[in-house]
């Protein structure tokens, strides 16, 4: 069954550093997203992207993150300047469309 | 009021059990409704699509009434590895979505 992946799957970094989630998306699929969830909270939307640009984003997704699509497979998270409140698990998904999203295992940022 | 409501549970149920969760919504435009499960630390994986009509994958019964903003999902003859939370999502548009999750119900399968 294809699958999302992303790396790393754990990242620990101090904060003001910069962190860079990677992810490769199901090949075939056109939509795709970072989504993050804080311990014991929900799931969170963060970012859409379709044809190379993003199409939509969450007011937590401020001018501290960016999303890039450098080649034809992976799709890379960006926090510029990390803050405690951004540890979480960060979930990349894609969809071929029509809604239904399959979601890589997850990337946990912890923040010290 | 939340977008997304559910009872967070925990519900703990004994196996064989039949269990249903509800889960109501707030945007009346919203398009799409899902309902996905999480294991402990793992990712959301989609359990089934919700279509108006209500529909039926082997165990699991989902139900959709857009007039009450209201989703179902019924759960027959639980088994032990149906342990989870169990999150409602919905979706705005088709295709581009952004997806709004409420906070899961957990449930935990005794035997």
């Known amino acids: 069954e294809p699958e999302v992946t992303q790396t790393p799957s754990h990242q620990v970094t101090q904060m003001g550093q910069e962190v860079i989630l990677r992810c490769v998306p199901i090949?075939?699929?056109?939509?795709f997203y970072w989504y993050r969830q804080i311990l014991g909270q929900k799931v969170e939307f963060l970012v859409s992207?379709?044809?190379?640009?993003?199409?939509?984003k969450s007011e937590i997704f401020d001018d501290q993150f960016s999303v890039e699509r450098p080649d034809g497979s992976n799709f890379t998270l960006k926090i510029r300047s990390t803050k405690l409140e951004d540890s979480a698990m960060y979930f990349c998904?894609?969809?071929?469309?029509?809604?239904?999203?399959?979601f890589g295992a997850g990337s946990r940022l912890t923040v010290l | 009021r939340k977008e997304v409501e559910q009872d967070p549970g925990p519900f703990n149920v004994p196996e064989g059990a039949t269990v249903a969760f509800n889960c109501t919504y707030s945007?009346?435009?919203?398009?799409?409704f899902f309902w996905y499960r999480q294991d402990c630390r793992k990712e959301p994986k989609l359990l089934m699509s919700?279509?108006?009509s209500g529909n039926e994958d082997g165990r699991f019964t989902a139900q959709l009434n857009r007039a009450s903003q209201y989703i179902s999902l019924l759960i027959r003859d639980s088994k032990l590895s149906d342990s989870a939370t169990y999150l409602c999502?919905?979706?705005?548009?088709?295709?581009?979505?952004?997806?709004?999750f409420g906070t899961g119900t957990r449930l935990t399968i005794i035997p």
């Open positions: 998904a894609s969809s071929l469309a029509g809604g239904v999203l399959t």
């Open positions: 090949s075939n699929h056109l939509y």
């Open positions: 992207f379709y044809n190379n640009e993003i199409s939509e």
């Open positions: 945007n009346s435009a919203s398009q799409s």
């Open positions: 919700v279509y108006s």
């Open positions: 999502v919905v979706g705005f548009n088709f295709g581009n979505e952004k997806l709004t």
